[in-house]
Nanobody, 116 residues
Framework: QVQLVESGGGLVQAGGSLRLSCVASGSTFAINGMAWYRQAPGKQRDIVATISSGGSTNYADSVKGRFAISRGNAKNTMYLQMNSLKPEDTAVYYC??????????WGQGTQVTVSS
């Protein structure tokens, strides 16, 4: 089992920055890829960015050039640097990890609110 805990959300003005963190515990040796998702009120949960075990990254078109995903050296931490934030980035942001055995794990989410 893997447990994921996000932190770093908050309220920021448009154009500002936030850095989200995700710390994994438990069977962290089993983690393969990781990702950030977000869910705005009344909308489906959408992928924001992914990072593979080898460090390859992908981004949703809406955040390309503004957000950067990374993993710590110990591989049990993941970050999302969010710059030039827009009101439409307001959502609950979730940390996700998949394991080599096929398990999927979610954090509890952290709220990001961008005011105009």
């Amino acid at each position: 089992q893997v447990q994921l805990v996000e932190s770093g959300g908050g309220l920021v003005q448009a154009g500002g920055s936030l850095r989200l963190s995700c710390v994994a515990s438990g069977s962290t040796f089993a983690i393969n890829g990781m990702a950030w998702y977000r869910q705005a009120p009344g909308k489906q949960r959408d992928i924001v960015a992914t990072i593979s075990s080898g460090g390859s990254t992908n981004y949703a078109d809406s955040v390309k050039g503004r957000f950067a995903i990374s993993r710590g050296n110990a591989k049990n931490t993941m970050y999302l640097q969010m710059n030039s934030l827009k009101p439409e980035d307001t959502a609950v942001y979730y940390c996700f990890a998949d394991s080599y055995s096929g398990g999927n794990y979610w954090g509890q989410g952290t709220q990001v609110t961008v005011s105009s």
